[in-house]
Structures are given as C-alpha cells and as structure tokens.
C-alpha cells in the first residue's frame, strides 16, 4: 500500500511539473518592455517553469524558417539565462517545443503583418502555428498586437482579423482594450521610452492575470 501511494505521489508531481511549462513567444514588444515583465511575472510561481523567446521583426513564419532578426533577439531559458543579440536566427517552433514541452504557449505575434504581407500570407500562418499548437495539447493565449499611433486603424483592422482566425481555437486576448499610445513620443509603435515603458508594463500584468486564470 505505501508503494503504491509513493507510486501515485511520484506521477502527481511529475503531472504538475508538466503542468506548469511555459513557453512564451513574440516579436519586438517581447524583446522589450512587454515580454520581459511578463516573463518576470511568470516566474513569480515557483512551480512555473517558463522560456521567453522573442525576436524584433518578426512575423509567425520566421518561427518555422529560422529567419534572422534585424533589430533585436532575446532568449530567457527555463533557468533565468538571458541572451540577447542585435542580430540573430530566430528558432524554430519545432526545437523550443521539443525542449520546453510546454502545457501553455503564449503567443504575442502578428502586429509585423501590417504592412507588407497579403491577407493570405497571414491565414496560412496563423493556422500552421494553430495546428501545431493544438498537436502539443497545450493550451493557448494569444495576445494582439497592442495599439499603435503609426497606422492606427490598420492596426485596429488587423487585430479584428487575428481574433476571427485565433479565437475559436486559442485565448484571447484583446491589447487594445489595455494599451493606448500617445499622441506624442516614441516612434509610434514601440512602447521603448519612460514615459511608455510603464504602460507595457501594465499591459504585461493585465496578460499575466489571465494566465492565473486559465
């Protein structure tokens, strides 16, 4: 009997250990401000194991491509490691899933489709990485682009689209409704400066309250 129950307890915490594995995956806002309060609020939860890939510029396919970052690469591993680039390949989906096998994948991807990409382009993206999610088992959050002054209804027309492709398989999570960019400061998209760092901060701790949820 007590085997047994050693046997029981030892396939419990290995289901939590499991349980708790994070993966979150974005672009520039991950790079910056957003990803790595998130990523800091994640780790808060001792039993959370969490891995914070982000790469500036980038769009869903380069997760499958390994396409290289112009602008900023950042990487925290399951141990707190970080690495940080200007320029870098960006892994692949394949290789962080095999090593993370993560129960929950955050995605904060999408806003790089804005300009330059036919609506097609982004469908096939999206439902590639919805395919592969759903493979995994894991759930799934997803989180919009957040609001822009640069392009400003483009963007509100972009993430009407991302939810209609996202929602029915993946959480959602609507940046505009906790994000509004100034009139003035920064370079309009990018939530870099102090003044705007405080508000990716927030929206950060707005995303990670319903990560508590699920």
């Known amino acids: 009997m007590k085997l047994l129950f050693l046997m029981a307890l030892t396939l419990a915490s290995s289901l939590d250990a499991r349980a708790s594995s994070t993966l979150l995956i974005g672009d520039s806002h991950s790079v910056g401000a957003f990803g790595r309060t998130l990523d800091s ?104 682009p957040p609001d822009s002054r640069k392009y400003r209804e483009e963007r509100k027309s972009l993430v009407a689209r991302l939810e209609k492709l996202v929602s029915a398989r993946c959480q959602w999570f609507d940046s505009l409704q906790f994000t509004r960019y100034p009139d003035t400061g920064g370079d309009g998209v990018h939530y870099g400066t102090t003044e705007l760092i405080p508000i990716a901060k927030e929206w950060a701790k707005q995303v990670h309250e319903v990560v508590e949820s699920l």
């Open 41 to 144: 609020l994640l780790r808060e939860d001792p039993k959370r194991e969490v891995r914070t890939v982000a790469s500036c510029g980038s769009i869903i396919r380069w997760f499958y491509t390994g396409a290289p970052t112009p602008c900023g690469f950042l990487q925290i591993d399951a141990k707190g490691r970080v690495t940080e680039a200007r320029k870098a390949p960006t892994p692949l989906l394949a290789g962080l899933i095999s090593e993370q096998k993560p129960e929950l994948i955050i995605v904060e991807l999408g806003a790089n489709y804005m300009v330059g990409y036919p609506d097609a382009t982004l469908v096939r993206d999206v439902e590639q990485l919805l395919k592969d999610i759903d493979a995994t088992g894991a759930k799934c959050l997803w989180v919009s």
